[in-house]
């Protein structure tokens, strides 16, 4: 088992920054790839970025390369977002998911564990 809580979210205006944090716990939570994905209302879940078990690999949505860049510090056990340059588009619920083979994929279904969830707004 592996729990995963997001915080970092909250309201910031375009062009502004945040930087989100997925923590992860469980025996095994340290061979996980973690993945961040987003949910905007109306709109399917989409990949975002994604980070292998040692953070050697990362991947990202091809749109957001330069914007986003996703970090892992395996001592805390905790994978960071920090987002720049944000905009309304940007706005959506970000949630991370942990993959326990520890290899990094855009496709959310190969994920084993979610995350609640944290709400990014972003104002124009």
């Known amino acids: 088992q592996v729990q995963l809580v997001e915080s970092g979210g909250g309201l910031v205006q375009a062009g502004g920054s945040l930087r989100l944090s997925c923590a992860a716990s469980g025996r095994t939570s340290s061979r996980c790839a973690i993945g961040w994905f987003r949910q905007a209302p109306g709109k399917e879940r989409e990949f975002v970025a994604a980070?292998?078990?040692?953070?050697?690999?990362?991947d990202y949505r091809n749109s957001l390369k330069g914007r986003f860049t996703i970090s892992r510090d395996n001592a805390k056990n905790t994978v960071y977002l920090q987002m720049i340059s944000l905009h309304p588009e940007d706005t959506a619920v970000y949630s991370c998911?942990?993959?326990?083979?520890?290899?990094?994929?855009?496709?959310?279904?190969?994920?084993?564990?979610w995350g609640q969830g944290t709400q990014v707004t972003v104002s124009s």
């Open positions: 980070i292998s078990s040692s953070g050697g690999r990362t």
């Open positions: 998911a942990a993959r326990t083979n520890g290899e990094i994929t855009p496709l959310a279904l190969k994920y084993d564990y």
